[in-house]
């Protein structure tokens, strides 16, 4: 996944996003943050660009406290195929297991996305 960072690029995220309310709603707010200075120390995760597939955003690593703490660790995604919210689920170092996390969107699928994963490594889902 790669991390965006440059003005230019989250500015046309954003605007991306905004043709996609509500479903995108979580996932723009937190782009909205990163853009104006960050205050909150997120960072802003796409599959690819500028055609992504997948926006991720959280919390940047080094900010973690508490690797229990899955409100400190919440994900937004926004995802414009199932494939891909299966994928990063499934293998990527961006969402990581060694933490407790919950996941935040507006999607049909998700909840069943999380659920197929988690049960296929024998994790419990709350």
């Known amino acids: 996944m790669l991390i965006l960072r440059c003005p230019a690029q989250l500015q046309l995220l954003e605007e991306t996003l905004r043709k996609s309310l509500p479903t995108t709603l979580p996932v723009l707010g937190t782009v909205m943050t990163v853009a104006r200075g960050n205050p909150a120390s997120h960072e802003v995760l796409v599959?690819?660009?500028?055609?992504?597939?997948?926006?991720?955003?959280?919390?940047?690593?080094?900010?973690?406290?508490d690797p229990r703490d899955y409100y400190t660790n919440q994900l937004s995604v926004f995802y414009r195929e199932k494939g891909a919210l299966q994928a990063l689920l499934e293998g990527t170092e961006a969402v990581t297991r060694e933490r407790a996390f919950q996941i935040l969107g507006m999607q049909d699928g998700l909840d069943e996305a999380v659920q197929d994963v988690a049960s296929a490594r024998g994790l419990k889902v709350e």
């Open 47 to 65: 599959d690819s660009w500028p055609y992504f597939s997948i926006v991720l955003t959280r919390l940047r690593p080094e900010e973690h406290r």
